[in-house]
T-cell receptor
């Protein structure tokens, strides 16, 4: 158990809909990252938040957005969903402090299926 | 953008054999990490490397940070059935509280008892 929790585990929805994925980082971790894993693209970085502020953006679509709340949990919002958005979405967290700057710990993921 | 080439794509080995996989990049990283992912689960961190030339072990796993900072390898000695899974390398350049991982495509390991 990495200490990172994600809900829901599975999500099935229709094209055009909007969903929200939730992540709680490990206790004490200030940084949260979102990744998308699909069969053809592998694991792709979407966005990073650090202590409530956006820090880095990767290949995140304009239809997607995220935020990190004062209690450090984060939400990834996906809107106007398309079939190609079906994928595993992972949240990871890290401390970004001390000697272990690079270590990111992943949650169990949310499997999104768009029908 | 940055890409990592991970090889081999898959391996099918006998229990007890040693395994070696590697990752190369077109650009340098200041951190290399190796993860293992089981079906339906999130990646689990195996080893983190922070210095060029660094050799680090975690049980039967050994990983090295290439001296050019553009490559890394992972060795698994005396493989066992529970080593089955997909192994990912990831590179990172941390700076200014920013840091995202660039992942390889993975090496799928199958172990025959």
């Amino acid at each position: 158990d990495s200490g990172v929790t994600q809900t829901p585990k599975h999500l099935i929805t229709a094209t055009g809909q909007r969903v929200t994925l939730r992540c709680s980082p490990r206790s004490g971790d200030l940084s949260v990252y979102w990744y998308q894993q699909s069969l053809d693209q592998g694991l792709q970085f979407l966005i990073q938040y650090y202590n409530g502020e956006e820090r880095a953006k990767g290949n995140i679509l304009e239809r997607f957005s995220a935020q990190q709340f004062p209690d450090l949990h984060s939400e990834l919002n996906l809107s106007s969903l398309e079939l190609g958005d079906s994928a595993l979405y992972f949240c990871a967290s890290s401390t970004l402090a001390g000697g272990n700057l690079g270590e990111q710990f992943f949650g169990p993921g949310t499997r999104l299926t768009v029908l | 953008g940055q890409q990592l080439n991970q090889s081999p794509q898959s391996m099918f080995i006998q229990e007890g054999e040693d395994v070696s996989m590697n990752c190369t990049s077109s650009s340098i990283f200041n951190t290399w990490l190796w993860y293992k992912q089981d079906p339906g689960e999130g990646p689990v961190l195996l080893i983190a490397l922070y210095k060029a030339g660094e050799l680090t072990s975690n049980g039967r796993l050994t990983a090295q940070f290439g001296i050019t900072r553009k490559d890394s390898f992972l060795n698994i000695s005396a493989s066992i059935p529970s080593d089955v899974g997909i192994y990912f390398c990831a590179g990172m350049n941390y700076g200014g509280s920013q840091g995202n991982l660039i992942f390889g495509k993975g090496t799928k390991l199958s172990v025959k008892p």
